[in-house]
């Protein structure tokens, strides 16, 4: 890996945008302490996420839904950060609008 990475975030996403795949995620970064890329939620989609090893967090590029983390829940909107702590069960539902958002795992090492 080198020194340092670029990586044009709305290009990713909107490539992602109407691609008929439905729900759909695009890695943009892997490091050794870190990985990172675009999650794409579409307007009625379900999300079938099950809980991950790492810390979470999630920054709203657009679109707007609710976030399930255990028992609590969250009306969501762009330019939210997200938190989720790892092996957390959650989920986006109620998906108003078409979702697209940066995650950001950090893998503890």
Not at 11 to 40: F, T, W
Not at 60 to 81: D, F, H, I
Request: a negative charge; proline letters at 4%; glycine letters at 8%.
């Amino acid at each position: 890996m080198s020194e340092w990475q670029v990586s044009d975030i709305m290009a990713i996403a909107d490539s992602l945008q109407g691609n008929d795949q439905g729900v759909n995620y695009k890695e943009c970064l892997r490091a050794p302490s870190m990985h990172c890329g675009v999650y794409s939620l579409p307007a009625g989609s379900t999300d079938m996420q099950t809980p991950h090893d790492e810390d979470e967090l999630y920054f709203v590029l657009k679109g707007r839904g609710q976030l399930r983390v255990g028992e609590q829940t969250r009306q969501v909107e762009p330019g939210m950060l997200l938190y989720v702590q790892a092996s957390q069960d959650h989920s986006f539902f109620e998906i108003e609008e078409d979702m697209q958002l940066l995650v950001m795992f950090a893998t503890g090492q």
